[in-house]
C-alpha cells in the first residue's frame, strides 16, 4: 500500500516534484564545484603565487652566521664572502618533498669596468635542464621565477656565453638596443669581455642597474670557478600554523609525533631543514613574508569558497521548504483522508519524505554531474588546469542532499502535523 501510495504521488505530481529536484541539483552544483576546487585550490594557488618569486634562500652557511652575529647584509663591504659548491645544487631536487620544488636558479655577483664607470654583473641560470643522480630530468632557472619581469628579445639561453642581459635602466643610460655590443672589463683579473644585448629587462627593482650573464660567464669574470654565492628557491608549501611555527624556533623541543607530522608536511620550515640536512654546508633562510602572504591568501580563497557552498545549501533549503509546504498545503484534503483513516503523523511525515528524498537524490545525482562541470570551468578560467575531482566529495553530497531535504521539510511536516481532517474534509 505504501508503495501504491509513493508511486501514485511521483506520477501525478511530477511538475511540482521536478521543481524540487532542479532546486536540489542547483544547490549540489555549486556545492560540489565550489568543494573540489576548495580541495584542489591549495596547489594551484600556490603554484600561480611561485611565479611572483622564492619564498627559500639558500646562502653558505659561514657568510650567514657572520650576517647574523653583526646584523650585515650579504653586500656589505667588508664581510668575507662565502661560497656555494655549483655540484652541490642537485640536491635541492634530492629531498624528500623534491616534487615540491618548483623551480630554483644560483646566482653570483661580480663587478665590472663598463664605460670607466661601475657596473653589477650576476650570472645565473636562465632555463638550465639538469640530470638528478635519481634519474629525473628537470629545467629550471631564472627567467621561470621572475616571470613578471617584462623582457624585450629571444629568451636567453645557458650556452649563450656572448650574450647579456640588460637592466632598463642601464639601456637608458647608455641608449643600448638589441644587437648592440658592449665591452666589459672584470675588476677581478682585468679580463675583457664583449657582449651581445640579447635582452633589455625591467624588473622594478634593483635588477634594472645590473647586467645578467650565464654562470660560466660570471664565474671566469669573478676567478670563481663551479662556485655560486646564493640559491633563489621557489617551493610549492604548506601554510604555517602552530606545529610549523614551534618547529621553526626549535626542531629538538618536538615530540616525535610532533616531528614525524612536522617532516612529513610541506612546511617552509621543514622544507628549509631537509636543505639543510642534504647541504651541510649550507644555510637556508626562509623568505617569510612572501610564505605567509602565501598562506594568507590561501586561506581566505577556501574560506570563501566554503562561504559560497554553506550559502548554495542554506538557499536551497529554504526553497525546498517553500515548495514542499505549498505542496503539502495543496494535499491537505489527502492528507486528512489518510488520517481519518487511522494513518499517523508519523506514516503521513514519513511518505511526504520518502517522496521528497527520492527526488532530491535524483536532483543531488544530476547537480553533482553538473557540478564537476562548473568546477572544471572554474579551474581552467581561474587557474589554466584541470581540478581533479575528489571522491570524498561524493559522500558529502550525500549528507548534503538529506540535509538541505530534511531542513527544508521541517516546516511542511509541522503544517500537517496540526491538520485536524475534520477541519480539512469540511473545508475549513
Not at 141 to 149: F, I, P, R
Not at 181 to 191: G, H, L, P, R, Y
Not at 316 to 325: D, E, F, G, H
Not at 330 to 336: A, K, L, N
Request: glycine share 6%; with cysteine; net charge neutral.
Amino acid at each position: 500500500m505504501f508503495r501504491r501510495m509513493l508511486c501514485s504521488v511521483l506520477v501525478h505530481q511530477k511538475k511540482k516534484l521536478f521543481l524540487i529536484a532542479l532546486t536540489v541539483a542547483l544547490g549540489v552544483s555549486l556545492a560540489t564545484a565550489m568543494l573540489n576546487v576548495m580541495f584542489d585550490v591549495g596547489d594551484k594557488v600556490n603554484q600561480e603565487l611561485k611565479a611572483y618569486g622564492a619564498n627559500l634562500n639558500i646562502v653558505p652557511r659561514g657568510s650567514s652566521v657572520i650576517s647574523e652575529m653583526y646584523q650585515l647584509d650579504n653586500n656589505d663591504k667588508g664581510q668575507a664572502v662565502q661560497y656555494i659548491k655549483q655540484d652541490e645544487l642537485v640536491k635541492i631536487k634530492m629531498i624528500f618533498w623534491a616534487y615540491n620544488i618548483v623551480d630554483f636558479a644560483p646566482f653570483l655577483t661580480t663587478k665590472a669596468d663598463f664605460n670607466d664607470k661601475p657596473i653589477t654583473v650576476v650570472g645565473t641560470w636562465f632555463n638550465k635542464h639538469l640530470n638528478i643522480p635519481t634519474g629525473d630530468q628537470v629545467d629550471t632557472g631564472m627567467l621561470a621565477m621572475k616571470s613578471w619581469w617584462t623582457i624585450d628579445g629571444k629568451p636567453m639561453i645557458d650556452d649563450n656565453l656572448q650574450g647579456v642581459m640588460v637592466g632598463e635602466t642601464v639601456a637608458k643610460q647608455w641608449n643600448l638596443k638589441l644587437g648592440d655590443t658592449i665591452d666589459i672589463i672584470s675588476m677581478q683579473n682585468n679580463k675583457k669581455l664583449t657582449l651581445t644585448v640579447n635582452n633589455i629587462f625591467h624588473s622594478g627593482g634593483v635588477e634594472d642597474a645590473q647586467i645578467y650573464v650565464s654562470l660560466p660567464v660570471a664565474q671566469d669574470l669573478a676567478n670563481k670557478k663551479g662556485l655560486v654565492e646564493r640559491v633563489e628557491v621557489s617551493a610549492l608549501t604548506t601554510p604555517e600554523n602552530e606545529l610549523a611555527r614551534k618547529a621553526a624556533q626549535d626542531p629538538n623541543s618536538l615530540s616525535r609525533t610532533e616531528w614525524d607530522t612536522w617532516y612529513c608536511t610541506a612546511y617552509i620550515s621543514s622544507i628549509a631543514y631537509q636543505l639543510e640536512e642534504l647541504m651541510p654546508d649550507v644555510r637556508v633562510k626562509a623568505i617569510m613574508q612572501v610564505a605567509e602572504s602565501e598562506g594568507a591568501i590561501l586561506q581566505k580563497t577556501q574560506l570563501l569558497m566554503l562561504l559560497l557552498t554553506i550559502l548554495s545549501l542554506i538557499c536551497s533549503a529554504l526553497a525546498i521548504s517553500n515548495l514542499v509546504t505549498a505542496n503539502v498545503i495543496e494535499r491537505s484534503t489527502e492528507i486528512g483522508l489518510l488520517k481519518a483513516l487511522g494513518a499517523t503523523n508519523t506514516a503521513v511525515a514519513m511518505l511526504i519524505l520518502t517522496e521528497i528524498l527520492i527526488i532530491a537524490l535524483l536532483g543531488g545525482f544530476l547537480g553533482y554531474f553538473i557540478g564537476l562541470g562548473f568546477a572544471q570551468i572554474i579551474g581552467h578560467t581561474v587557474f589554466g588546469s584541470f581540478v581533479q575531482p575528489k571522491m570524498i566529495i561524493v559522500p558529502l553530497v550525500l549528507i548534503m542532499v538529506s540535509l538541505i531535504t530534511l531542513l527544508g521539510s521541517l516546516p511542511a511536516l509541522r503544517i500537517m502535523m496540526f491538520l485536524r481532517p475534520t477541519n480539512v474534509l469540511h473545508g475549513r
